[in-house]
């Protein structure tokens, strides 16, 4: 074997014999890495399945059959079936709501500068009666005598 060892070429594809593998040794004791259970569900949901809706063979994913079931049972009155349907559209919208921007207002129109206009002109005239009412109170009770009483 020594004479081997010395006529052998490291290269391409040619580890050198000490970093070899052993016989009967894995390169991977541990294995493959097991799937997580998120990754096994929605592989299992996306699998394809054939149905007859509406008397006509069509091919969906299981996730899509459980929909249909849900809703149609929940039409039927099935109350468990509807709640369920209640609150995975709950969370869509919420997901859906909290996943969009909220859009901008619309700009000023004319109708609205004066709309603005208007309020404003109401509370500077409230703002200066009420100072004007202040004032003939003070006046008012500086010319009083307190004996007059």
Do not use: C, W
């Not at 929909?67 to 609150?87: G, I, P």
């Not at 909290?98 to 603005?116: G, I, L, R, Y």
């Not at 206009?117 to 010319?143: C, D, F, N, P, Y």
């Amino acid at each position: 074997m020594a004479d081997d060892e010395q006529d052998y070429k490291v290269g391409p594809g040619r580890p050198p014999l000490h970093t070899r593998f052993r016989k009967g040794q894995s390169g991977n004791p541990g294995g493959r890495r097991k799937k997580q259970l998120p990754a096994l569900l929605a592989d299992a949901l996306n699998e394809t399945v054939f149905v007859t809706i509406d008397g006509e063979r069509r091919e969906i994913t299981k996730r899509e059959a459980i929909v249909h079931q849900l809703v149609n049972k929940s039409t039927t009155a099935d109350l468990r079936a509807t709640k369920m349907l209640f609150d995975m559209m709950k969370d869509a919208e919420q997901k859906a709501g909290a996943a969009a921007p909220s859009p901008e207002p619309p700009p000023f129109t004319k109708a609205d500068e004066q709309v603005v206009e208007q309020l404003v002109e109401r509370i500077r005239h409230q703002i200066l009666t009420e100072m004007a009412e202040k004032e003939r109170q003070a006046a008012g009770s500086i010319g009083e005598d307190p004996d007059d009483g």
